[in-house]
């Protein structure tokens, strides 16, 4: 099992850019992924990063904008986004795996959520 909070959320202008963090304790060994959620919608599938980090894979809708890592050595998981949209206002949530998948349903443990406001 394993505990996740999410932190670096906030209100930036369009065009800004923000970086999330998503702590890990317990057992980290999986596969970790970003999932967004804005009022009144579907939660929405980020990015995701393999157990090594090696492999990647984001949503087309912040594909050259996002940028997802890992620093295992640290249980940390990262969400850097850069050229934001008003779009891209959510609740952002990290969330584990032990399944590769973009289905939000197949992730077991979840953080409590930050939320990033883009203004226009």
């Known amino acids: 099992q394993v505990q996740m909070v999410e932190s670096g959320g906030g209100l930036v202008q369009a065009g800004g850019s923000l970086r999330l963090s998503c702590a890990a304790s317990?057992?980290?060994?999986?596969?970790m992924g970003w999932f967004r959620q804005a009022p009144g919608k579907e939660r929405e599938f980020v990015a995701s990063?393999?157990?090594?980090?090696?492999?990647?894979m984001y949503a087309d809708s912040v594909k050259g904008r996002f940028t997802i890592s890992r620093d295992n050595a640290k249980n940390t998981v990262y969400l850097q986004m850069n050229s934001l949209k008003p779009e891209d206002t959510s609740v952002y949530y990290c969330?584990?795996?032990?399944?590769?998948?973009?289905?939000?349903?197949?992730?077991?443990?979840w953080g409590q959520g930050t939320q990033v406001t883009v203004s226009s």
């Open positions: 317990g057992r980290t060994n999986y596969v």
């Open positions: 990063i393999s157990r090594s980090g090696s492999s990647t």
């Open positions: 969330a584990a795996t032990s399944i590769w998948s973009t289905n939000w349903s197949r992730y077991a443990y």
